[in-house]
């Protein structure tokens, strides 16, 4: 996904999980300086372009505030696995609870890629991101749920390497950073 913070700049952020890339659509707290589903209209919008093929899902505003709920289950379940405390009980009802419907429906399309069939309800969207999140907060090692090693971002990840050892949300952006910080300390220090 492609992300742009508050700088303006742009760069490439793959979280390592579906639920993970909604959840970064923004949030309570320091997230609301991100929100982009401030409507119906906009959580439309990102569904069209996140779901492959511009599929329409109809949405209103209870859809939007539902949409919302699972959002912040889905972030609260992976800040704590970021801290290293239990899943909070309210958010894994709520993940559950959007879990329990039916998800999307997938196919192989034209090109052999997959695709959903239409018509796409957000009930199915919301139980398919709810069940990604079932999947990586259960089957991934929860020491691979991590944040950026970057002290002024707050960015969430599941590290899918193989090695286990990413540390940063995106190379272009934070990685680079301490990069070029830590050459210019061994430059100051020789």
Known sequence: MILTPLTGDRFWFDPGAACLEFAHTGGAGFRSVYETLH???DLARWLAGNLGGGIDVPVDAAGLAAARR??????????????????????????NAA??????????????????????TLEQVLSTFARDAVVLFTEV?????????????????ADTSRPGRRRWCSMERCGNRAKVRSFRTRQRGT
């Open 39 to 41: 409507e119906p209209a």
């Open 99 to 120: 879990a329990a419907r039916p998800p999307l429906v997938p196919a192989i399309a034209a090109g052999e890629r997959v695709a959903v069939i239409p018509p796409v």
């Open 141 to 157: 090692p929860p020491e691979r749920i991590r944040q950026c090693a970057a002290a002024d971002c707050q960015l969430l990840f």
């Open 70 to 95: 699972v959002r912040e289950a889905i972030w609260a379940c992976a800040d704590a696995r970021v801290a290293g405390t239990p899943l909070p009980a309210a958010a894994v009802a709520a993940v």
